[in-house]
């Protein structure tokens, strides 16, 4: 069951869905969220078979990759687009094709992001908690 309400001063329909995934946002930093949305990004193995595919040849047209992955070409397309989005990846028009590669901008930002929370978690292994 959805439930569904009317926030007058928005003069806009919601789900509950809606409103609670706005508030529960706000309690986290933009730190947390940065980095959410780079490994929900990367969270599919799809996506990590296209992004070491670019480690390996540098660049590739999207038919390509398609190719050497087992899945349809739209789902490829959708994979790439999450992967530019999240500005792991960018992409090139080269006449009726797409030509992918590395974003090291967004690769640099993943690095500053992610290397000081992985460092801080391998130094929290020293705890002899459990």
Do not use: W
Request: glycine fraction near 4%; charge should be neutral; charged fraction near 20%.
């Amino acid at each position: 069951m959805v439930c569904i309400f009317k926030l007058p001063i928005l003069d806009r329909i919601f789900t509950i869905n809606d409103y609670m995934a706005q508030t529960k946002a706000t309690l986290f930093t933009s730190s947390q969220q940065q980095k959410a949305e780079i490994l929900k990004a990367m969270a599919h193995p799809a996506r990590l078979a296209i992004l070491e595919l670019l480690i390996q040849r540098r660049e590739c047209i999207c038919g390509a990759i398609a190719d050497t992955l087992p899945l349809a070409q739209s789902t490829v397309s959708q994979h790439l687009k999450a992967l530019k989005e999240a500005h792991l990846i960018k992409g090139k028009t080269e006449g009726i094709q797409v030509c992918y590669c590395l974003d090291e901008e967004g690769i640099n930002q993943l690095n500053d992001l992610i290397l000081p929370f992985i460092e801080q978690l391998n130094s929290s292994q020293k705890a002899t908690c459990c």
